[in-house]
């Protein structure tokens, strides 16, 4: 009988330990880069990132191939609107978003991969944890991605499917919060579209 209530206590440790999905934080700015290498396309772009009201704002540089373009774009999902300022042209563009807004962090139903130290693991405050997850959804697309433990910070992102191909996100410099709510006004060059 004693065997057996050790055996069930290590048997519930062991699962204890294993993660869950964790939330990342609603509202975060840093840097993020977009890549499609089949495209060859890279955006370099200082993003702010708000799930709470469900609005992003990114200020791109864009390269596809050897083309260099500047713009400033706000996606304010809850109005259905996408602004889309030029920075070199100043000619600002209205239209709805490309796709539905996407929360930022590990998907519920998630399958954990590994959990890894990044930088020097050795060294006390040189290192963070990061936790690997992916996901298959019903229509065959992929996403995975890697978060830091236990503050959910996002990393990396990937994401493919065979309208889009295979997309990948890498986010650095990231801050909790908004720093300046004023961010997701449209641009005045904007104003009246």
Request: with cysteine.
């Given at each position: 009988m004693i065997k057996v209530a050790i055996l069930l206590a290590l048997a519930a440790v062991c699962l204890a330990q294993t993660p869950v999905p964790c939330e990342?934080?609603?509202?975060?700015?840093?840097?993020?880069?977009?890549?499609?290498?089949s495209k060859e396309f890279q955006e370099i772009a200082k993003y702010s990132y708000d799930a709470a009201n469900?609005?992003?704002?990114?200020?791109?540089?864009?390269n596809i191939g050897k083309e260099k373009d500047y713009f400033d774009v706000l996606k304010i999902?809850?109005?259905?609107?996408?602004?889309?300022?030029?920075?070199?042209?100043?000619?600002?563009?209205?239209?709805?978003?490309?796709?539905?807004?996407?929360?930022?962090?590990v998907v519920p139903?998630?399958?954990?991969?590994?959990?890894?130290?990044a930088g020097a693991a050795s060294i006390p405050f040189e290192h963070?944890?990061?936790?690997?997850?992916?996901?298959?959804?019903?229509?065959?697309?992929?996403?995975?991605?890697?978060?830091t433990s236990p503050t959910c910070v996002p990393v990396f992102a990937a994401y493919y499917n065979k309208e889009i191909?295979?997309?990948?996100?890498?986010?650095?410099?990231?801050?909790?919060?908004i720093s300046d709510p004023s961010v997701f006004i449209p641009p005045a060059e904007c104003a009246g579209l």
């Open positions: 990342s934080p609603d509202q975060w700015e840093g840097m993020r880069v977009m890549t499609d290498q469900r609005r992003t704002r990114a200020i791109e540089q864009v999902y809850d109005q259905n609107k996408e602004y889309r300022l030029n920075l070199v042209t100043k000619k600002c563009n209205v239209t709805v978003p490309s796709h539905p807004f996407w929360k930022t962090g139903g998630s399958k954990f991969l590994f959990e890894a130290e963070l944890t990061v936790q690997n997850w992916d996901i298959t959804f019903d229509n065959g697309a992929k996403y995975a991605i890697a978060v191909g295979f997309l990948i996100e890498n986010f650095f410099d990231i801050h909790a919060g």
